[in-house]
DNA sequence: CTCTAACCGAGACGGTACGTCGTGTCTTCTT
DNA sequence: AAGAAGACACGACGTACCGTCTCGGTTAGAG
């Protein structure tokens, strides 16, 4: 059963190289030269370089975010954006973001981790959305995924489709115009 | 200046390729296989995959969308918005354009290629929102980018990074959402 | 001192193998998987792959020769060289006899194998010699050693090296030329 | 049609590396990294290890063997088993040699070579035995194949499998016994 | 209606990485 | 004491494409 024993060192080597030389200047022996350990230990526990990027990503949980509570859900919605944004143009995040985000599209391995990280996150920011309901913020009838489907996506679609990084101005404009069409 | 007198052939032996076995399993030895070409004459006149792939892209309108005029904006929107999601999901059009999108996140050169795209796109929108100011549908202040941004973001996220096809009623929500912030 | 449990399982299946997959064909991870023995296990009796094979060659005493008293020394060298054709030859031990003299020739280890089982044949046959010497079928100063090695030499090289399996005609006519060169 | 520019290269890297390391210590890559030449580049011209080897042997005419004319059958023969004798135990050329002939029993591709050569050596001394014939040398019926294979198998025999360097007063030995046969 | 420049096919090559197989070693756990 | 189980470093395998180069032909438009 137990596993890979040289793991940590493999998945530390992984993330390194992926910010450093991308997803396709990764290579199994690229992980193997920088962890120390051999191309065939690799081989043996992940089958893929996505499936090993996917268990690297997920145990350095690199897309974590951290739910607010500001009290109002425009604070909250807010600071998700910012670190959503940040998350998508940080020098440390955006390689493995970008890189994980970009492969998921056509690679069903990365694609299925990414898609259940959405899922659990969705689940997580609930409550958020729950609050906001109690507080009279949010009309009925108001779909939490399709909210954050709408900020989230227009942050993403800014900074990596059309290159420009979401400013703070900008995360307030697009929370007010969806938050205008919650309550309206 | 010239060009390749077999440009077509490869332009179609290329989206031809990318269509049947993906980014990755595209290959200029592929290519050239495919289109009776020899690989030196694809190397003369391409410096890597990406500028090839960009380049028949851009020939191939892949990206097309017809501009709607339905009198309103609702309409045009979700017009608009409902063929987006026939190109991330049509079974010809998702392969290419998932790539090509996937791919835009970590290659500069294809990065390129998509941020001139949707800047151009853009400018071919604007008259749609300004005709919808005229009706009054719209009040001062809403960027029109930002409103392309939500919506497109939106479909964008369900349908790649959830794996949801975003059904005509899912498109309804999201431009009633957003219209209702751009009224009231 | 003591020695494995499952040596004979072990060598049992070293010869199996050997037969069905010739010497490069042989491994040590197939001969553990084929008797059921783990592979550490045939390391720590036998120091290499040539060593187990010396061993089960050995304890199967596979150049087994049953030496011949007929009567006459023709009848005797006649009855050595059709056994020895029919080891070269025959479909279960040509592989095995094969490869050890083919590996001895490179492999110090299965060499020594094969030079004391050559001397010790030799001294077996001596007495047959000695018998003929007594008949008067031999001449003073002929080496009984130089005649195995004409006779055994000239089986090994049609049947090996001219790939022609040396037939009883050939048999009797190499042994008549050579009794002939012993008595004039 | 062509063939391979650096084929020199390699033969010579490989003639070079098989009396330095043997036939198993033999690697493509060594070869490779020996002639300076790219991996790929041996193995897109031979398909193995043994036709690599082949043909390297076959145009170094290692098997080379000046055919003599003494004007004695006994001159030639003792001068075709000097040299066969030295071929086999010479610093330079018996690993080479044994190589080649260890393998051929378990390689049919260089079987083949082997077989062709022995063949063609053959042809080449039959004119040898002509004259011989023609001298009274030889009675009649003496198949010039039976006398080559006896006196080379023995040399052979001697040589490799009874590890015994074959010496001048054993060369006069045999070829004096096979010659006392082929006359009376 | 040629001639010349642009273009193409072919063949060979050095090179990187792939994913696999087998080697021989080591430690730990189980009879 | 012997063996089973599992992990490992290592070397080589044979393959796929990469990107480059040289050479010899073909084509097609401008003189």
Redesign the pocket.
Same mark, same amino acid.
């Given at each position: 059963?137990?596993?890979?024993?040289?793991?940590r060192d493999i998945h530390a080597a992984t993330l390194e190289l992926l910010t450093e030389v991308g997803y396709d200047?990764?290579?199994?022996?690229? /992980?193997?030269a920088r962890?120390? /350990?051999?191309?065939?230990?690799?081989?043996?526990?992940w089958?893929?370089?996505d499936a090993l990027l996917g268990s690297a990503m997920v145990e350095a949980d690199v897309l974590a975010i951290r739910l607010p509570d500001t009290g109002s859900l425009r604070g909250d919605l807010e600071s998700l954006l910012r670190q959503i944004a940040a998350l998508l143009t940080g020098p440390d995040t955006s390689p493995v973001v970008t890189a994980l985000l970009g492969a998921a599209t056509h690679r069903p391995e990365l694609g299925e981790v990414v898609r259940r990280f959405f899922a659990d996150r969705l689940g997580r920011e609930l409550p958020m959305f729950e609050r906001a309901v109690r507080r009279g913020e949010l009309r009925d009838g108001v779909d939490p995924a399709t909210v954050m489907d709408l900020l989230a996506g227009a942050v993403w679609v800014r900074a990596l489709l059309r290159g420009q990084p979401p400013r703070p101005a900008y995360v307030r404009e697009t929370v007010d115009l969806v938050l205008r069409g919650c309550t309206s």
């Open positions: 059963m137990a596993g890979a024993r040289r793991e200047g990764l290579t199994i022996e690229g /992980v193997a962890s120390g /350990v051999n191309k065939t230990t690799i081989y043996r526990w089958p893929s370089k």
